[in-house]
C-alpha cells in the first residue's frame, strides 16, 4: 500500500517558484497522484493531477519521474493568495486513497 | 462553488448524542467520500460510497456509519459522541471512482460539548 510523506511546511516569498515534493515509494502501476490546496475551513480544492512525466495546467505542473516514487508540484510565481495547506493524493482503481498530512505552505511579501 | 452541498454547516450537541450529516453530490457524480478533519489536522478519509454501495472504509470508528442512497446523496451518522468528535466534516463526489477529481463540499463543523 501506497503511503505518502510531504514535508510538514514551506515558507517562500511573492514571485517566487515553489516546489513541494510529496514521496511515494509504494506506488503501485495504475496509481494517480493528485494535488489539492486547501484555505482554512474550506473543502479542499483540486489543482492538478498526474500519472507520469509532466503534467501542466494553467496554475500549476506536475513532475513525476520515471519510477513514479515521487511527485513535485511547482508553483510558479506565487503570490500571497497562494498561502494555504497542499495534499497529495494516492488514488487507485481498486478504490484505495492515500493522503499526505499536507504541506502547510506561507508566502511571504 | 464545488456543486456539492452538506447541511447543516454548523452543529453544536452533547456528549452522548447522534446526528446525522447530509450530503449531496455534484449531478451526475456516482462516489461520494466522507473526511474528517480536527483542528490544524490533515484530512483522515473516512469511508467511500459509489452508487449506493460501499467502496472503501478508511479510519472511521464503529460509532460512526454511512450510506448512499438510491438518488445519490448521502448520509453520514455519528452516535455516543465525545469531545474529540469536534472537528470538520467533508463530503466530497466524484464522478466514478478513486483516480477521478473530488470536488468537495463546504463542511459540516461539529462542535460536541
Known amino acids: 500500500l501506497a503511503k505518502t510523506t510531504q514535508p510538514i511546511s514551506m515558507d517562500s516569498y511573492e514571485g517566487q517558484e515553489v516546489n513541494i515534493t510529496c514521496s511515494h515509494n509504494?506506488?503501485?502501476?495504475?496509481?494517480?497522484i493528485t494535488w489539492y490546496q486547501q484555505f482554512p475551513s474550506q473543502g479542499p480544492r483540486f489543482i492538478i493531477q498526474?500519472?507520469?512525466?509532466?503534467v501542466t495546467n494553467e496554475v500549476a505542473s506536475l513532475f513525476i519521474p520515471a519510477d513514479r516514487k515521487s511527485s513535485t508540484l511547482s508553483l510558479p510565481r506565487v503570490s500571497l493568495s497562494d498561502t494555504a495547506v497542499y495534499y497529495c493524493?494516492?488514488?487507485?482503481?481498486?478504490?484505495?486513497?492515500?493522503w499526505g498530512a499536507g504541506t502547510k505552505l506561507i508566502i511571504k511579501p | 462553488d464545488s456543486g456539492v452541498t452538506q447541511t447543516p454547516k454548523h452543529l453544536i450537541t452533547a456528549t452522548g448524542q447522534r446526528v446525522t450529516l447530509r450530503c449531496s453530490p455534484r449531478?451526475?457524480?456516482?462516489?461520494v467520500y466522507w473526511y474528517q478533519q480536527s483542528l490544524d489536522q490533515g484530512l483522515q478519509f473516512l469511508i467511500q460510497?459509489?452508487?449506493?454501495?460501499?467502496?472503501a472504509k478508511g479510519n472511521i470508528l464503529e460509532r460512526f456509519s454511512a450510506q448512499q442512497f438510491p438518488d445519490l446523496h448521502s448520509e453520514l451518522n455519528l452516535s455516543s459522541l465525545e469531545l474529540g468528535d469536534s472537528a470538520l466534516y467533508f463530503c466530497a463526489s466524484s464522478v466514478q471512482g478513486s483516480t477521478d477529481t473530488q470536488y468537495f463540499g463546504p463542511g459540516t463543523r461539529l462542535t460536541v460539548l
Open positions: 509504494n506506488i503501485a502501476t495504475n496509481d494517480y
Open positions: 460510497y459509489y452508487n449506493g454501495e460501499e467502496r
Open positions: 493524493l494516492v488514488g487507485s482503481y481498486n478504490y484505495q486513497l492515500i
Open positions: 449531478s451526475g457524480d456516482l462516489s
Open positions: 498526474g500519472y507520469k512525466t509532466k
